[in-house]
């Protein structure tokens, strides 16, 4: 019945893209993870993907991450002509071997992407640790991590960005695909937004080359149901 009142408060308003439920479901997830600022997007893949866009990462870095990990995770990293550097992973979490993290860096590294993988949190105070030593960015690729807890604070809301899926078989799964993009930093989350919308901040002033990353309504509706409950 929730999900039924949903749709039809999308349809009575016809706003179908990035409008008030999307908005609302931006602060609620926010709040549920514990940071500032929630850039909703059409999918966990653009979610990375254009994380890493926004923060500057290209052709000549290297960014660092876990073999165990789903290919939008890489594919985030190959798509902005940047490289992958592998790390194995902790056989007691399946999440990315942090003693092995500091064998990799090296003067071309600009990041760290680890993976919360089957809901187990990777080791972040080692991770940030690093990051800080080295002044590397980290992004936590929490898509299969929703409610996740580290030492008492939900993932997702313990490094510089992170990316979350809503893909149907996630935790918190959409009917179809979603993601989000979660910071502190709101000159990045305008960024962000701007990206998702084909570079523009206003209508039909197109910044820089962006693309069609929006999401629509019927699928904010579904997740924000679901966060409630």
């Known amino acids: 019945m929730d999900i039924s009142k949903s749709i039809q408060r999308v349809l009575g308003r016809q706003r179908f893209i990035c409008g008030e439920e999307s908005q609302?479901?931006?602060?609620?997830?926010?709040?549920?993870?514990?940071?500032?600022e929630g850039v909703a997007v059409n999918s966990g893949s653009d979610a990375l993907f254009?994380?890493?866009?926004?923060?500057g990462i290209s052709k000549g870095d290297e960014v660092i991450t876990v073999s165990n990990t789903y290919i939008s995770t890489v594919d985030a990293i190959t798509r902005n002509g940047a490289r992958p550097v592998f790390v194995d992973i902790d056989l007691r979490t399946y999440t990315i071997d942090t003693l092995e993290i500091r064998k990799k860096v090296s003067s071309r590294t600009k990041a760290i992407i680890p993976v919360h993988m089957?809901?187990?949190?990777a080791h972040m105070d080692e991770i940030l640790e690093i990051a800080r030593e080295h002044g590397l960015l980290v992004v936590e690729d929490a898509s299969h991590?929703?409610?996740?807890?580290?030492?008492?604070?939900?993932?997702?809301?313990?490094?510089?960005?992170?990316c979350f899926s809503f893909y149907p078989s996630?935790?918190?799964?959409?009917?179809?695909?979603?993601?989000?993009?979660?910071?502190?930093?709101?000159?990045?989350?305008?960024?962000?937004?701007?990206?998702?919308?084909?570079?523009q901040r206003s209508k039909n002033y197109h910044e820089f080359i962006g693309v069609n990353s929006r999401t629509d309504h019927p699928q904010v509706g579904f997740r924000s149901i679901k966060l409630r409950t």
């Open 24 to 36: 609302e479901f931006e602060k609620e997830f926010c709040r549920y993870i514990g940071v500032k």
């Open 50 to 55: 254009l994380t890493v866009r926004a923060l």
């Open 118 to 121: 089957y809901g187990h949190p």
């Open 145 to 162: 991590a929703h409610g996740s807890e580290y030492k008492g604070k939900r993932v997702g809301g313990l490094a510089d960005v992170a």
């Open 170 to 199: 996630k935790n918190l799964g959409a009917y179809g695909d979603a993601g989000i993009i979660l910071t502190n930093e709101t000159e990045l989350a305008d960024k962000l937004r701007a990206f998702r919308n084909y570079g």
